[in-house]
């Protein structure tokens, strides 16, 4: 019974005196980000708390002695989901797996000082003399710093004079980089390859694309280039330098808080406090002790300098664009993996573009928009110009090769460039949503200022809710371009209505019925058709 005693009170001794060892830096890294999945069509990303998030995996050496060992990866993203965590290569495994808590700071160089020596200088600023002394930590960094010199004990900055203190070591345990650590146990000890793979918090992408049409005006026929870019953010603080980088589109299944599981360490400032000088009694105020400025002139910033500070200031707003070679295109399940194909660096707060699709040739056409007529609404007896509405100008294609196109299309915005005398010129900013390859594209340009239309009810009778007759409907159609048009009308929902239109197709996108006519050039024109309930 002794000896078993004996055992179990050494066990958590050896634990705690376990040799640490620190695995290298990596030698090679791969980054695979994904995007936010509540991030809808028309949403931008979030520079100051990016929702998405990345797999991160990182190949390092690491030599341990014989028996248990705990091995600190440094370096690792502020955002690293610490349970998410798997290290492969080590031959007996992991018994512990920890996160630091405190990132090298001023406080914590005080907490991890207490009680022991360091030496604090003071500089009188009228003459820059300097004196230092040794001097011992005796309170903790969460209030006035006191140490105790040799002429007793003497809170820090409080004398009014600059102090500053110099510490001989690291306390054991502190980085200026997260830490990730693992026990671990070898019985014979060596060197070995090991894998840290990860979830990180603090990343996100979206594509962003660039169409200019090939000619001016809104024809029926289109051609235009396409060029796309994946805008990658990174909001971590730790930079992947060479990395392997991958993007994955798609809307993946998430069901766990990453945010909440990546709280990143902390890097705790040191406040300083100290009593006012005099009477506590009266309150009276801290007497200002005023020294012998420097025989040296001030120099005041100049306008110049104070404009690099500001240029400095707003530095992490550079994006890096690397574009030698197109992101190539992989199927991931689903979902669609896009990786660059060369080497790059992830750099820490930043925004890197990489250009992954290139489509000089794509063909589409231009149809103008009547939406849905309101049969509630009776046809206007004259023409009045505020009946009329403004047609939506569409700029529509098929995702596929023989369209020039025939790649997945992942979730961003597209600025439409048209040519002019002046040169190209921006007509609009538009949102993608997902397309994959074999969908129709459809994309609203905005409202046209040369075709108008009315759409509504002939005669006075209101719809009838039990299909006991036909409803006539009418839109009236002018289009002031000097060449005619394609005219989309949306006659409305094919859930519940029957429709008769003469000689036209009907059509349905999207549960809508759907008629394509031709609007000749300088005309209006009127198209009737018929409507009824499917309700008996």
């Not at 700071?105 to 360091?118: E, I, K, M, W």
């Not at 005023?290 to 005041?300: E, F, I, K, M």
């Not at 839109?475 to 371009?481: E, W, Y």
Request: proline residues 7%; hydrophobic residues 40%.
């Amino acid at each position: 019974m002794t000896a078993a005693l004996v055992l179990c009170l050494a066990s958590p001794a050896n634990a705690q005196d376990r040799p640490t060892v620190d695995a290298s830096a990596p030698t090679e890294q791969a980054v695979t980000i994904y995007r936010d999945p509540n991030r809808a069509a028309g949403d931008r990303l979030d520079r100051d708390n990016p929702q998405g998030f990345a797999m991160i995996s990182e190949v390092r050496t690491v030599t341990l002695p014989p028996g248990e060992s705990r091995i600190r990866f440094t370096g690792v993203a502020e955002g690293m989901v610490a349970v998410s965590a798997i290290v492969t290569g080590l031959p007996g495994g992991k018994i512990e797996k920890n996160r630091n808590a405190d990132l090298l700071s001023p406080a914590a160089l005080v907490d991890g000082t207490l009680g022991n020596r360091v030496r604090i200088t003071r500089t009188n600023p009228g003459t820059g003399e300097q004196a230092s002394e040794s001097a011992i930590v005796r309170t903790r960094a969460d209030g006035g710093l006191v140490l105790q010199t040799s002429e007793g004990f003497e809170p820090v900055r409080c004398s009014g004079l600059p102090e500053s203190l110099a510490f001989d070591r690291i306390p054991a345990g502190l980085s200026s980089e997260p830490v990730f650590s693992i026990d671990t146990r070898d019985a014979s000890g060596g060197t070995y390859t090991v894998t840290l793979s990860y979830l990180a918090w603090g990343f996100d992408w979206e594509a962003n694309y660039v169409a200019t049409l090939a000619e001016a005006g809104a024809r029926d026929k289109a051609r235009l280039r396409l060029v796309s870019w994946l805008t990658l953010l990174n909001d971590n603080g730790q930079s992947f330098e060479n990395a392997d980088l991958m993007a994955v589109a798609g809307t993946i299944n998430v069901e766990s808080d990453f945010e909440g599981l990546a709280e990143p360490p902390r890097a705790r400032p040191l406040r300083l406090t100290c009593y006012p000088i005099g009477s506590t009694a009266e309150g009276s105020p801290e007497r200002r002790v005023r020294y012998a400025p420097p025989s040296s002139p001030a120099v005041l910033p100049s306008p110049v300098m104070a404009r690099m500070v500001s240029a400095e200031a707003v530095a992490d707003e550079v994006i890096t664009v690397t574009g030698s070679r197109l992101a190539t295109e992989e199927d991931l399940g689903d979902l669609k993996l896009y990786r660059v194909p060369e080497q790059v660096t992830v750099a820490a707060k930043s925004l890197k573009q990489i250009a992954f699709l290139d489509r000089p040739e794509v063909e589409g056409r231009i149809v103008y928009r009547a939406d849905q007529c309101v049969p509630w609404t009776p046809f206007p007896s004259r023409d009045n110009a505020a009946d009329f509405t403004p047609a939506t100008l569409m700029l529509i294609t098929k995702n596929d090769e023989e369209h020039g196109l025939g790649a997945a299309l992942p979730l961003g915005n597209m600025a439409l460039f048209e040519p002019s005398p002046a040169g190209d010129l921006l007509v609009n900013e538009l949102n993608l949503r997902d397309y994959a390859v074999g969908q129709d594209v459809e994309l609203d340009i905005g409202q046209s200022p040369q075709v108008f239309t009315q759409c509504a009810r002939l005669g006075a009778a209101e719809p009838d809710s039990y299909g006991e007759r036909w409803m006539p409907m009418r839109a009236r159609v002018t289009n002031a371009n000097p060449h005619s048009v394609t005219m989309r009308i949306m006659l409305g929902q094919e859930p519940g209505w029957n429709y008769r239109f003469a000689r036209e197709r009907l059509q349905t996108k999207n549960g809508v019925r759907y008629v394509e006519v031709k609007i000749p050039a300088n005309s209006t024109t009127d198209f009737d058709w018929q409507m009824r309930s499917t309700l008996r």
